[in-house]
């Protein structure tokens, strides 16, 4: 039995279903980053940080991102790790401290109440997913309702 769905059309069907996973991946990275960020301002070491340079760069035309390197003491040994946040519109200025919170068992990893952690560009990942699947889908539903070409 033949499909009643054409090559090119079971191609776009594909490629909707591949930018639904695309999105809902984006979703479910966004839900475990939040967790995991919460979870470490809630029970994480407190410290203060000191921010020591600030970096701001665009990852599209309407979307654009700080990164934070910041100097940070937990027992002890001094760290300087990078931050960012997933959507910021913060300014913050070389010498600014910040409250930190550290992960007590890998202390690198640390962040600050106001959404900022060590996960750094990977906090732009879900963003960077969900865009991506909702173009491929858009085109995809797209070219499935203009029908096959005509040549």
Not at 23 to 38: Q, W
Not at 92 to 98: D, I, K, T
Not at 113 to 142: F, N, W
């Amino acid at each position: 039995m033949e499909s009643p769905f054409g090559r090119r059309e079971l191609k776009l069907v594909l490629a909707v279903v591949l930018g639904t996973l695309l999105v809902g991946g984006g979703m479910l990275l966004t839900v475990r980053l939040d967790e995991a960020i919460d979870e470490r301002v809630r029970v994480g070491a407190e410290t203060t940080g000191e921010v020591v340079h600030v970096e701001r760069f665009r990852i599209s035309r309407s979307f654009a991102a700080t990164r934070l390197t910041v100097d940070y003491t937990f027992d002890g040994v001094r760290y300087r790790e990078r931050f960012s946040s997933e959507l910021d519109e913060s300014e913050f200025r070389v010498g600014e401290l910040l409250d930190v919170r550290v992960d007590r068992a890998d202390p690198t990893r640390a962040a600050t109440p106001d959404g900022y952690a060590t996960e750094d560009l990977l906090l732009q990942a879900p963003t960077v997913l969900a865009g991506v699947g909702i173009v491929v889908i858009v085109i995809s539903l797209a070219l499935i309702r203009t029908g096959p070409r005509r040549d």
